[in-house]
């Protein structure tokens, strides 16, 4: 059911179209071309990376982890979304000054956005529930970023069936992994799978039931 919903969705643009609408109406001064891409990249990775970070801290503050993490290791931790902020950073005031790429100034936004969510990733790190805050954060960054990329792309129909089938895959070879992990791996019942036992017994029956009206041949 997934593969079908992706394979159509993206088959038949209609993830393609909806960010267009939206790139409509976020960006209305940008390229058409690009609006329905930069639309997402902006809105996705956004709400993904709140909704993780929201849920990591969350999970943080009632499991009680400790932020002992070194100040590189909450830094390195961090740069997904230092990185996501800085282009954003550089983003909007390209498009809100009107001023084409590349430019120093954009660079020197993008780099000032990088450095000041970088350092304050790492401080928010050092706290008890804040390395759960962190995490959330990038996780949901790096997330929202590919799924953006997929939906604003236009496939068409071979590619979009393409990818729906190996979503469908993935999803089944997930659920069976999920599965495998909480029931485990119980032999026989593996091994029932695999042997046709009602079709053996059904012919061992039948070859009895021969047996018992066919009469035996006498030897001379």
């Known amino acids: 059911m997934t593969g079908v919903v992706v394979g159509l ?8 179209r909806g960010w267009g609408v939206a790139g409509d109406a976020l960006l209305p001064l940008s390229d058409p071309g690009v609006r329905p891409l930069g639309a997402a990249l902006i809105v996705l990775p956004i709400v993904a990376a709140v909704f993780l970070g929201l849920l990591g801290l ?17 830094a390195v931790a961090a740069v997904p979304t230092a990185l996501f902020v800085g282009w954003l950073a550089a983003f909007v005031y390209a498009y809100g000054s009107r ?6 100034g954009i660079v020197g936004v993008g780099l000032v956005g990088f450095v000041f969510t970088l350092v304050v990733l790492a401080v928010i790190g050092g706290w008890r529930p804040g390395r759960g805050l962190v995490g959330g954060l990038s996780l949901g960054t ?24 190996a979503a469908g895959l993935a999803v089944w070879s997930g ?3 999920v599965e495998i992990m909480q029931r ?12 046709p036992q009602k079709t053996i017994d059904m012919t061992k029956e039948t070859i009895e039931w021969v047996r018992a009206r066919t009469p035996l041949s006498r030897r001379s």
């Open 99 to 104: 001023i084409a790429w590349p430019d120093l």
């Open 58 to 74: 969350i999970r943080a503050s009632r499991t009680g982890e400790a932020g002992s993490a070194g100040v590189a290791e909450r």
């Open 175 to 177: 659920m069976t992994a």
């Open 184 to 195: 485990g791996v119980d032999g026989e019942e593996l091994m029932k799978r695999f042997v």
């Open 9 to 16: 969705a993206l088959g038949l643009n209609f993830t393609n």
């Open 142 to 165: 790096f997330l929202g970023v590919i799924f953006a990329v997929f939906m604003a792309i236009g496939f068409g129909g071979r590619v979009g069936a393409a990818i729906g089938v």
